[in-house]
């Protein structure tokens, strides 16, 4: 009797295991959008966790939103065309703008700060017109290794002067806001 009752009346059934969902299961598309809305260095924070979030931080529209809205005008004037890694997309641009480039014979450096994407440039003292450079009683350039370019202007002794620089307007950003420092 104690057989027929065990068997008759057993245990309720347990539940199905639930389907596990693990990070690597969401879909890229998904992942992707989010990541727009991330700073650089969080995407790439998020790209060492799964291969999906590896390949969605690959995705043109992700790094295209980090890129300044004329980059266009600056890949053709700093890199005459495409930079040598542009075979990763957008993501190579926003690298390779991220690290220093010069150009203008030298004479201005150019560059993205990597953690919020603003457009960062300086100017050489040869790239700027100066009153009364060129006059030796005034002003001489010195070499130097404490500053982003070779030479610097060295002022010895003057009342007054006047520094003009050019930056193309097309080369800027729409709202860019510029400061200028004299060292």
């Not at 004329?70 to 700093?78: D, F, K």
């Not at 006059?135 to 010895?156: C, G």
Request: a neutral charge.
């Amino acid at each position: 009797m104690g057989i027929s009752f065990s068997s008759s009346h057993s245990s309720p059934p347990s539940p199905s295991p639930s389907p596990s969902c693990g990070m690597d299961e969401l879909p890229e598309s998904c992942v992707a959008l989010i990541m727009e809305y991330l700073d650089p260095p969080q995407i790439c924070k998020l790209a060492t966790l799964t291969r999906t979030f590896r390949a969605a931080s690959s995705a043109d529209f992700v790094w295209e939103s980090k890129l300044p809205s004329n980059y266009h005008v600056l890949v053709r004037q700093i890199f005459n065309g495409l930079p040598t890694d542009f075979k990763n997309g957008k993501r190579g641009i926003y690298s390779a703008l991220c690290r220093t480039n010069t150009f203008d014979g030298g004479t201005k450096k150019l560059w993205l700060d990597k953690n919020i994407g603003k457009l960062c440039m300086c100017i050489a003292a040869k790239g700027l017109s100066i009153t009364g450079i060129s006059d030796r009683r005034y002003w001489n350039y010195i070499p130097t290794e404490e500053s982003r370019f070779s030479t610097v202007a060295y002022l010895q002794q003057i009342w007054w002067f006047e520094v003009d620089g050019e930056w193309s307007s097309h080369s800027q950003p729409e709202h860019t806001a510029c400061s200028s420092d004299y060292i």
